[in-house]
């Protein structure tokens, strides 16, 4: 019987290159615990392959690079057994910081949607690469979760206070903004793709290869509003961040009102962890943030409120209409919210150092 992760992660070695290709079309390429296996064991793989002196990571549809996680799966293994759920944020985000610690390198090219658990296996490695389609979004908040995979680490430090705006709102942006907050490093076109992923074969320097191809992307959309989210978003608390989006005025007034609109549909409690969550990983390194990215995760498991609630809103039964509880932001005390950061004894994840990761490496 076949593998379905070998038809929905493909892997080959081209010359020096290593291709990874996600080939999950029909899926928006959702990441199953398969595939994010697969991924691991060749990562390993590769860091020991002296043959190999990069890795590429692409996918076969231009609609995306993947969508995330496959939420839909996570949903029915914890609902069967909450240990295999746990199990499976567990090994994401394992399988992240492996990316972080890998010693080659990797060359993302992203065309399409990255969000969640897509995001979570790309923006780690060394080189990001923005096709015209790219799209980027952590709309965790939509469906009773919070940003994961290690990205709150990434948003803490996105200037002013664009990543607590993206955190909690779950918008997209496109490559444009992305380069400006460094969230990828190159814009180039989908149809250099392959020429990048040839020279690259052929063990040219991946610096070289990327920057004559890349074009300035100009200014993004978020340009004009970017004093508005640096006021409003450094708000000690949510509710402070909403009040202040409502007394916009001027040409971003509407602007402001639709994301408050937004947020109005979002988890009240998945808010505000995403906020405690987002100001304290600015003290956090990688390791750490994914670390509590799991205490989160195993809390919002054992709960079995808004996360399934959410999932159940917008992908099983898809009405659009979830019943959050607490209903409403002022209803979720702080009380609550440390509920969900209080550690977990010996049910922590533990995680390797990068020191250990290199000697696993050998």
């Known amino acids: 019987m076949t593998d379905p992760a070998e038809e929905m992660l493909k892997t080959e070695i081209e010359g020096s290159l290593a291709v990874v290709t996600l080939a999950r079309p029909r899926a928006l390429n959702a990441l199953t615990c398969a595939m994010r296996a697969k991924l691991s064991e060749r990562l390993w793989a590769y860091a ?10 692409q996918s076969e549809s231009p609609r995306a690079f993947s969508s995330g996680s496959d939420v839909r799966e996570v949903f029915s293994l914890a ?9 499976t944020f567990a090994d994401e985000y394992a399988l992240n910081w492996q990316c972080e610690c890998f010693s080659k390198p990797v060359v993302s090219l992203i065309d399409g949607m990255v969000m969640g658990g897509g995001v979570g296996i790309s923006l780690y490695g060394t080189h990001r690469v923005a096709g015209e389609g790219y799209s980027f979004a952590m709309p965790e908040t939509m469906i009773g979760l919070f ?15 664009v990543g607590m705006y993206l955190g909690l709102t779950g918008r997209s942006i496109g490559r444009a903004d992305a380069y400006a907050l ?7 076109d989908r149809v250099h793709f392959d020429g990048i992923k040839a020279a690259l074969a052929d063990t040219w320097p991946v610096d070289t290869v990327l920057d004559e191809r890349h074009v300035e992307p100009g200014p993004g959309d978020l340009a004009p509003y970017r004093h508005v989210i640096a006021d409003c978003f450094s708000a000690p ?34 808010l505000k962890i995403t906020h ?20 989160l995760a ?65």
């Open 298 to 362: 195993v809390r919002m498991l054992e709960a079995g409120g808004d996360f399934f609630e959410g999932v159940r809103a917008a992908i099983i039964d898809k009405d659009g209409a979830p019943a959050w509880s607490p209903a409403r932001l002022e209803d979720v005390t702080e009380a609550i919210v440390s509920s969900y950061f209080a550690p977990l004894g010996d049910g922590e994840l533990v995680l390797p150092t990068r020191e250990e990761m290199q000697a696993l490496r050998a």
């Open 276 to 295: 405690r969550h987002i100001r304290e990983a600015r003290a956090r390194d990688l390791r750490q943030t994914l670390q509590v990215d799991y205490r």
């Open 48 to 57: 020991r392959d002296p043959q190999v002196y990069a890795v590429a990571i």
């Open 237 to 270: 608390t949510v509710e402070e961040i909403v009040s202040r989006l409502g007394v916009v005025e001027g040409t971003q007034r509407d602007w402001a009102q639709a994301v408050v609109a937004d947020l109005a549909k979002r988890s009240p409690l998945s």
């Open 79 to 87: 609902r069967a057994d909450l240990a295999q759920g746990k199990k």
């Open 147 to 161: 940003p994961d995979v290690g990205v709150c680490h990434v948003l803490a430090r996105l200037s002013d206070h």
């Open 182 to 188: 460094e969230l990828v490093t190159h814009c180039i």
